[in-house]
């Protein structure tokens, strides 16, 4: 049997498309991960970790908030929707993230997991993938592997037990921290997340010395303000991807903050805790901060890594040795190596991204029948949205809109700020109080 579609991966993206797909009649999808069970991002999975957007963002209430597959039926079913209500906070922790995943994965018999995909073919009306569990043909194929971690150039190949990304850090040994002199590079959550539980470690199983290297001039807070929160809109998404390609790229450096800061929260825990640690805990840890520096060579000495640094503003060089060295750089797109027979019927720019439609399929050398779809890979093509878990309900009914008949209405949308004089302006429901006669309006309110 060929499936209407295979999906590659099921992390939240993949999952979006396989939960939103299970109510459509006629549509056989399957989805398939390499992991055992369903994980995520088991590697910075540090206690206490929490999402960084509301619940509503879960995998399908965007779309359809009468999906079974809702953060809240999760609750509901779990017996814990009370005591969730009763929480002074209703931020989820990645923990409980991880459990919806795999309670929203388990009831869902198209996921399976322990079957990696090796290799995708094309047989000339349907995509052949090589599984860990056999071969199936489909004639759409949904990517969802999700982005890599991205390793400076000054260090690449170099990685092993104490020269890692932050992606990992979770399975660094304690011998490697306790009594060790630690080097984060990297100043965005990541970096943030792993220098707080650094800082958290008490008595013996503290490093002996911290240091924190930021490329960017300073440390700073993840822009989370309403008007900002209209970037993560479908309208905003749809106007970001019809503008010229120079364009995006400088709208992507002006927005970054809006998806690269550190969330407000946690940027004042790491400095308070910085605070006790230099002048109220009995046993301080030496502690220095040094924005403005890029990373230029990493060596390995005698005595552990010798960082070569350089002051972004002077040039001025300085050199940091470490016993171990926590690279929070982010992650970036890599096209899988599964597709490699179809990679050069896939056009990929000369900066390694895709120029993705904006049904998320790839405009790849194969018939336009075939659907080739990537998501979590069009940061270039659809905005700062797209790596982040706020647009991917909508996308995955992009997706599904593009290749069967679904009920949603993936168009409705309701921003304030009009992006394009093309925006109709009837987004106003009808019963509003009118302006004039709008209760709370008052002339100061105005001002
Ligand atoms: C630590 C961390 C926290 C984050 N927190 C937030 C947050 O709070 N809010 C937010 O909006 N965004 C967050 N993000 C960004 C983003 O939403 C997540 O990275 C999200 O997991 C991306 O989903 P994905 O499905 O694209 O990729 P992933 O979650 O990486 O899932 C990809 C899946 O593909 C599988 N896979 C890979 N290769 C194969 C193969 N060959 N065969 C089969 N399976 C394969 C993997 O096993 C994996 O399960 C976070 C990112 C990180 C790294």
């Given at each position: 049997?060929?499936?209407?579609?295979?999906?590659?991966?099921?992390?939240?993206?993949?999952?979006?498309?396989?939960?939103?797909?299970?109510?459509?009649?006629?549509?056989?999808?399957?989805?398939?991960?390499?992991?055992?069970?369903?994980?995520?991002?088991?590697?910075?999975?540090?206690?206490?970790?929490?999402?960084?957007?509301?619940?509503?963002?879960?995998?399908?209430?965007?779309?359809?908030?009468?999906?079974?597959?809702?953060?809240?039926?999760?609750?509901?079913?779990?017996?814990?929707?009370?005591?969730?209500?009763?929480?002074?906070?209703?931020?989820?922790?990645?923990?409980?993230?991880?459990?919806?995943?795999?309670?929203?994965?388990?009831?869902?018999?198209?996921?399976?997991?322990?079957?990696?995909?090796?290799?995708?073919?094309?047989?000339?009306?349907?995509?052949?993938?090589?599984?860990?569990?056999?071969?199936?043909?489909?004639?759409?194929?949904?990517?969802?592997?999700?982005?890599?971690?991205?390793?400076?150039?000054?260090?690449?190949?170099?990685?092993?037990?104490?020269?890692?990304?932050?992606?990992?850090?979770?399975?660094?040994?304690?011998?490697?921290?306790?009594?060790?002199?630690?080097a984060?590079?990297?100043?965005?959550?990541?970096?943030?997340?792993?220098?707080?539980?650094?800082?958290?470690?008490?008595?013996?199983?503290?490093?002996?010395?911290?240091?924190?290297?930021?490329?960017?001039?300073?440390?700073?807070?993840?822009?989370?303000?309403?008007?900002?929160?209209?970037?993560?809109?479908?309208?905003?998404?749809?106007?970001?991807?019809?503008?010229?390609?120079?364009?995006?790229?400088?709208?992507?450096?002006?927005?970054?903050?809006?998806?690269?800061?550190?969330?407000?929260?946690?940027?004042?825990?790491?400095?308070?805790?910085?605070?006790?640690?230099?002048?109220?805990?009995?046993?301080?840890?030496?502690?220095?901060?040094?924005?403005?520096?890029?990373l230029?060579r990493v060596?390995?000495?005698?005595?552990?890594w010798r960082l070569d640094l350089?002051?972004?503003?002077?040039?001025?060089?300085?050199t940091l040795r470490a016993?171990?060295v926590?690279?929070?750089?982010?992650?970036?797109?890599?096209?899988?190596?599964?597709?490699?027979?179809?990679?050069?019927?896939?056009?990929?720019?000369?900066?390694?991204?895709?120029?993705?439609?904006?049904?998320?399929?790839?405009?790849?050398?194969?018939?336009?029948?075939?659907?080739?779809?990537?998501?979590?890979?069009?940061?270039?093509?659809?905005?700062?949205?797209?790596?982040?878990?706020?647009?991917?309900?909508?996308?995955?009914?992009?997706?599904?809109?593009?290749?069967?008949?679904?009920?949603?209405?993936?168009?409705?949308?309701?921003?304030?700020?009009?992006?394009?004089?093309?925006?109709?302006?009837?987004?106003?429901?009808?019963?509003?109080?009118?302006?004039?006669?709008?209760?709370?309006?008052?002339?100061?309110?105005?001002?």
């Amino acid at each position: 049997m060929t499936l209407d579609l295979a999906g590659v991966g099921a992390g939240p993206a993949n999952l979006c498309v396989a939960a939103l797909a299970d109510g459509l009649p006629g549509v056989r999808c399957r989805f398939f991960d390499r992991q055992p069970v369903q994980r995520w991002h088991p590697g910075l999975m540090l206690p206490g970790s929490v999402l960084q957007v509301s619940h509503l963002k879960d995998l399908v209430t965007m779309v359809d908030p009468t999906s079974p597959y809702t953060f809240l039926n999760f609750l509901a079913r779990t017996g814990r929707l009370y005591r969730f209500a009763s929480l002074p906070r209703q931020v989820i922790t990645r923990r409980e993230y991880e459990s919806y995943l795999r309670w929203v994965a388990g009831t869902l018999p198209q996921v399976r997991f322990g079957c990696a995909v090796e290799e995708v073919t094309f047989t000339g009306d349907a995509f052949r993938l090589a599984t860990a569990r056999g071969p199936y043909t489909a004639t759409h194929l949904s990517v969802g592997t999700g982005p890599v971690p991205r390793v400076p150039e000054p260090v690449a190949g170099m990685l092993g037990p104490t020269l890692l990304h932050s992606a990992d850090f979770g399975y660094l040994p304690a011998t490697s921290v306790r009594g060790r002199r630690v080097a984060v590079v990297g100043g965005g959550q990541s970096g943030a997340e792993v220098v707080e539980h650094l800082l958290g470690l008490a008595g013996d199983a503290a490093p002996r010395e911290l240091t924190w290297v930021n490329r960017r001039h300073g440390f700073q807070p993840l822009d989370d303000s309403p008007f900002t929160n209209e970037w993560f809109h479908p309208d905003y998404v749809r106007y970001f991807h019809g503008l010229a390609p120079a364009r995006r790229k400088e709208l992507l450096g002006a927005q970054q903050l809006a998806s690269d800061g550190i969330s407000a929260d946690l940027l004042e825990r790491v400095y308070r805790r910085m605070y006790e640690n230099d002048f109220v805990d009995e046993h301080r840890v030496p502690c220095a901060v040094l924005p403005g520096r890029e990373l230029h060579r990493v060596a390995s000495t005698v005595d552990g890594w010798r960082l070569d640094l350089a002051q972004c503003d002077t040039g001025a060089p300085e050199t940091l040795r470490a016993d171990t060295v926590v690279l929070a750089t982010g992650y970036e797109f890599r096209l899988p190596e599964f597709l490699r027979p179809l990679a050069d019927r896939i056009p990929v720019a000369s900066d390694g991204q895709l120029a993705l439609d904006a049904d998320y399929s790839v405009p790849w050398d194969g018939p336009a029948g075939n659907k080739l779809f990537f998501l979590n890979a069009g940061r270039h093509s659809h905005g700062i949205a797209d790596p982040n878990l706020s647009l991917a309900s909508w996308r995955a009914a992009t997706v599904l809109s593009s290749i069967a008949d679904t009920p949603w209405d993936a168009g409705a949308t309701t921003s304030t700020s009009r992006w394009a004089s093309t925006v109709p302006h009837e987004t106003v429901p009808h019963e509003t109080v009118p302006y004039e006669t709008a209760p709370h309006r008052t002339e100061s309110a105005d001002r």
